[in-house]
Protein backbone atom coordinates (compact mmCIF):
# COMPACT_ATOMS: atom_id res chain seq x y z
CA UNK A 1 0.00 0.00 0.00
CA UNK A 2 1.12 3.80 -0.12
CA UNK A 3 1.25 4.07 3.26
CA UNK A 4 1.65 2.16 6.94
CA UNK A 5 -2.44 1.34 7.82
CA UNK A 6 -3.58 0.27 11.05
CA UNK A 7 -7.39 -0.61 12.02
CA UNK A 8 -9.31 -0.17 13.96
CA UNK A 9 -8.64 4.14 14.14
CA UNK A 10 -10.61 3.70 17.17
CA UNK A 11 -11.64 1.35 19.72
CA UNK A 12 -13.71 1.43 23.15
CA UNK A 13 -13.48 -1.69 25.18
CA UNK A 14 -14.47 -2.18 28.42
CA UNK A 15 -11.97 -3.38 31.05
CA UNK A 16 -11.22 -6.77 31.16
CA UNK A 17 -11.82 -7.29 27.32
CA UNK A 18 -9.61 -8.63 24.70
CA UNK A 19 -8.65 -6.17 21.85
CA UNK A 20 -6.21 -6.82 18.72
CA UNK A 21 -4.86 -3.95 16.98
CA UNK A 22 -3.83 -4.26 13.04
CA UNK A 23 -0.58 -2.97 11.18
CA UNK A 24 -0.22 -3.02 7.77
CA UNK A 25 3.16 -1.75 6.95
CA UNK A 26 4.24 -0.48 3.79
CA UNK A 27 5.34 -3.48 1.31
CA UNK A 28 8.22 -5.20 1.58
CA UNK A 29 9.52 -3.05 4.96
CA UNK A 30 11.67 -5.35 6.71
CA UNK A 31 11.36 -3.49 10.19
CA UNK A 32 8.16 -3.06 12.09
CA UNK A 33 7.85 -1.54 14.85
CA UNK A 34 4.70 -0.59 18.02
CA UNK A 35 4.78 1.75 20.05
CA UNK A 36 2.01 3.11 22.29
CA UNK A 37 2.03 7.10 23.10
CA UNK A 38 -0.33 8.33 26.28
CA UNK A 39 -1.79 12.09 26.08
CA UNK A 40 1.12 14.27 26.14
CA UNK A 41 3.82 12.11 25.89
CA UNK A 42 6.19 10.89 22.68
CA UNK A 43 5.64 7.19 21.77
CA UNK A 44 6.90 4.46 23.90
CA UNK A 45 8.32 1.74 22.31
CA UNK A 46 6.80 -1.93 22.69
CA UNK A 47 8.42 -4.00 20.64
CA UNK A 48 10.30 -4.54 17.29
CA UNK A 49 10.14 -6.69 14.66
CA UNK A 50 12.60 -8.00 11.48
CA UNK A 51 10.82 -9.68 9.26
CA UNK A 52 8.54 -12.22 11.42
CA UNK A 53 10.97 -12.80 14.17
CA UNK A 54 10.54 -10.04 17.30
CA UNK A 55 13.74 -9.40 17.86
CA UNK A 56 13.16 -6.93 21.19
CA UNK A 57 9.21 -6.82 23.17
CA UNK A 58 11.01 -5.33 26.19
CA UNK A 59 8.68 -2.25 26.27
CA UNK A 60 5.48 -4.55 26.25
CA UNK A 61 4.56 -3.76 29.82
CA UNK A 62 3.24 -6.59 30.84
CA UNK A 63 2.28 -10.35 29.78
CA UNK A 64 -1.30 -9.19 28.74
CA UNK A 65 0.43 -8.04 25.92
CA UNK A 66 1.36 -9.83 22.72
CA UNK A 67 2.57 -9.21 19.17
CA UNK A 68 2.70 -11.13 16.08
CA UNK A 69 3.95 -11.14 12.23
CA UNK A 70 3.64 -14.28 11.02
CA UNK A 71 4.29 -14.13 7.42
CA UNK A 72 6.48 -11.12 7.93
CA UNK A 73 4.28 -8.39 6.83
CA UNK A 74 1.19 -7.71 8.93
CA UNK A 75 0.93 -7.55 12.02
CA UNK A 76 -0.92 -7.88 14.96
CA UNK A 77 -1.01 -6.46 18.52
CA UNK A 78 -3.06 -7.87 21.26
CA UNK A 79 -4.32 -6.67 24.55
CA UNK A 80 -5.98 -9.34 27.17
CA UNK A 81 -7.96 -8.07 29.99
CA UNK A 82 -8.18 -4.70 29.00
CA UNK A 83 -7.11 -1.70 31.85
CA UNK A 84 -7.93 1.22 31.73
CA UNK A 85 -4.50 2.36 32.01
CA UNK A 86 -3.68 0.86 29.01
CA UNK A 87 -6.00 3.36 27.52
CA UNK A 88 -3.23 5.19 24.42
CA UNK A 89 -2.97 5.74 20.73
CA UNK A 90 -0.97 2.34 19.59
CA UNK A 91 1.39 3.55 16.78
CA UNK A 92 2.97 1.02 13.96
CA UNK A 93 5.66 2.10 12.08
CA UNK A 94 7.59 0.57 9.42
CA UNK A 95 11.05 1.13 7.96
CA UNK A 96 13.11 -0.15 4.61
CA UNK A 97 16.36 -0.21 6.78
CA UNK A 98 16.92 -3.11 9.20
CA UNK A 99 17.68 -1.41 12.77
CA UNK A 100 20.72 -2.15 14.41
CA UNK A 101 22.86 -1.38 11.58
CA UNK A 102 25.43 1.00 12.76
CA UNK A 103 24.46 3.19 9.69
CA UNK A 104 20.39 3.35 10.24
CA UNK A 105 19.29 6.35 9.33
CA UNK A 106 16.60 5.87 7.03
CA UNK A 107 12.81 7.07 7.83
CA UNK A 108 10.09 4.90 9.93
CA UNK A 109 6.96 5.66 8.63
CA UNK A 110 3.92 5.78 11.09
CA UNK A 111 0.47 4.99 10.71
CA UNK A 112 -2.35 6.77 11.85
CA UNK A 113 -3.10 5.21 15.36
CA UNK A 114 -5.39 3.30 17.13
CA UNK A 115 -6.65 4.86 19.63
CA UNK A 116 -7.82 3.09 22.13
CA UNK A 117 -10.13 3.97 24.88
CA UNK A 118 -10.71 1.53 28.45
CA UNK A 119 -14.20 2.07 29.90
CA UNK B 1 16.93 10.24 34.63
CA UNK B 2 14.64 9.62 31.55
CA UNK B 3 16.47 8.56 28.58
CA UNK B 4 15.75 11.26 26.57
CA UNK B 5 14.52 14.79 27.67
CA UNK B 6 12.81 17.84 25.71
CA UNK B 7 11.67 20.57 27.55
CA UNK B 8 7.96 20.21 26.74
CA UNK B 9 7.24 23.74 26.25
CA UNK B 10 5.31 25.84 25.26
CA UNK B 11 7.97 27.62 23.07
CA UNK B 12 6.20 30.54 21.66
CA UNK B 13 8.19 32.44 18.52
CA UNK B 14 6.52 35.44 16.58
CA UNK B 15 6.53 34.70 12.79
CA UNK B 16 9.76 34.88 10.86
CA UNK B 17 11.88 34.47 14.07
CA UNK B 18 14.25 31.37 14.51
CA UNK B 19 12.83 28.87 16.64
CA UNK B 20 15.63 26.57 19.17
CA UNK B 21 14.55 23.32 20.09
CA UNK B 22 16.87 20.88 22.68
CA UNK B 23 16.75 17.54 23.48
CA UNK B 24 19.39 15.79 26.02
CA UNK B 25 20.06 12.25 26.06
CA UNK B 26 21.57 9.48 28.28
CA UNK B 27 23.16 6.99 26.55
CA UNK B 28 26.47 7.77 25.55
CA UNK B 29 26.82 4.70 23.00
CA UNK B 30 23.70 6.55 20.90
CA UNK B 31 24.25 6.47 17.13
CA UNK B 32 21.72 7.80 15.46
CA UNK B 33 19.11 10.52 16.12
CA UNK B 34 16.02 12.11 14.55
CA UNK B 35 13.73 15.22 14.70
CA UNK B 36 9.83 14.63 14.18
CA UNK B 37 6.87 16.50 14.08
CA UNK B 38 3.71 15.92 14.82
CA UNK B 39 0.27 17.90 14.65
CA UNK B 40 -2.08 17.39 17.03
CA UNK B 41 -3.99 14.15 16.33
CA UNK B 42 -1.80 13.13 13.89
CA UNK B 43 0.84 10.75 13.54
CA UNK B 44 4.77 11.73 13.91
CA UNK B 45 6.57 12.95 10.51
CA UNK B 46 10.52 12.63 9.99
CA UNK B 47 11.65 15.83 9.86
CA UNK B 48 15.85 15.55 10.01
CA UNK B 49 18.37 12.85 10.98
CA UNK B 50 21.48 13.07 11.91
CA UNK B 51 24.40 10.37 13.32
CA UNK B 52 28.15 12.63 12.77
CA UNK B 53 28.91 15.43 15.16
CA UNK B 54 28.73 18.78 13.87
CA UNK B 55 25.32 20.85 12.03
CA UNK B 56 23.59 19.39 9.13
CA UNK B 57 21.14 21.49 7.17
CA UNK B 58 18.28 21.05 5.48
CA UNK B 59 16.03 23.81 3.70
CA UNK B 60 14.62 26.13 7.09
CA UNK B 61 15.82 23.48 9.30
CA UNK B 62 19.28 22.83 10.91
CA UNK B 63 19.90 19.23 13.39
CA UNK B 64 23.07 19.89 15.50
CA UNK B 65 24.68 17.13 17.27
CA UNK B 66 27.46 17.31 19.99
CA UNK B 67 28.18 13.37 21.28
CA UNK B 68 30.65 14.99 24.08
CA UNK B 69 28.02 16.76 25.56
CA UNK B 70 24.87 14.35 24.76
CA UNK B 71 22.88 17.33 23.35
CA UNK B 72 21.35 17.73 19.61
CA UNK B 73 19.14 20.82 19.14
CA UNK B 74 17.02 21.38 16.13
CA UNK B 75 16.55 24.82 14.62
CA UNK B 76 13.92 26.11 12.54
CA UNK B 77 14.88 29.16 10.50
CA UNK B 78 12.23 31.40 9.27
CA UNK B 79 9.28 30.04 11.80
CA UNK B 80 5.72 29.76 10.26
CA UNK B 81 2.26 29.38 11.75
CA UNK B 82 2.42 26.09 9.72
CA UNK B 83 5.21 25.01 11.95
CA UNK B 84 3.14 25.15 15.54
CA UNK B 85 3.46 21.57 16.33
CA UNK B 86 5.08 19.11 19.16
CA UNK B 87 8.41 18.11 18.07
CA UNK B 88 10.05 15.02 18.97
CA UNK B 89 13.73 13.95 19.57
CA UNK B 90 14.38 10.13 18.57
CA UNK B 91 17.18 8.21 19.54
CA UNK B 92 18.72 4.78 18.72
CA UNK B 93 19.86 3.07 21.42
CA UNK B 94 23.18 1.12 21.72
CA UNK B 95 21.46 -2.12 21.13
CA UNK B 96 20.32 -0.68 17.47
CA UNK B 97 16.55 -1.41 17.91
CA UNK B 98 14.76 0.58 20.12
CA UNK B 99 13.93 4.15 19.16
CA UNK B 100 14.09 5.83 22.41
CA UNK B 101 11.65 9.34 21.94
CA UNK B 102 11.67 12.19 24.46
CA UNK B 103 7.78 13.60 25.59
CA UNK B 104 8.23 16.32 22.64
CA UNK B 105 7.99 20.24 22.79
CA UNK B 106 5.37 22.33 21.36
CA UNK B 107 5.60 25.04 19.57
CA UNK B 108 3.59 27.94 19.04
CA UNK B 109 4.55 30.06 16.05
CA UNK B 110 2.38 33.40 16.07
CA UNK B 111 1.30 35.09 12.86
Known amino acids: GAGVSQSPRYKVAKRGQDVALRCDPISGHVSLFWYQQALGQGPEFLTYFQNEAQLDKSGLPSDRFFAERPEGSVSTLKIQRTQQEDSAVYLC?????????????????FGQGTRLTVV | QKEVEQNSGPLSVPEGAIASLNCTYS??????FFWYRQYSGKSPELIMFIYSNGDKEDGRFTAQLNKASQYVSLLIRDSQPSDSATYLC???????????FGAGTRLFVKA
Open chain 1, 93 to 109: ASSSELSGSRLLNTEAF
Open chain 2, 27 to 32: DRGSQS
Open chain 2, 90 to 100: AVINTGGFKTI
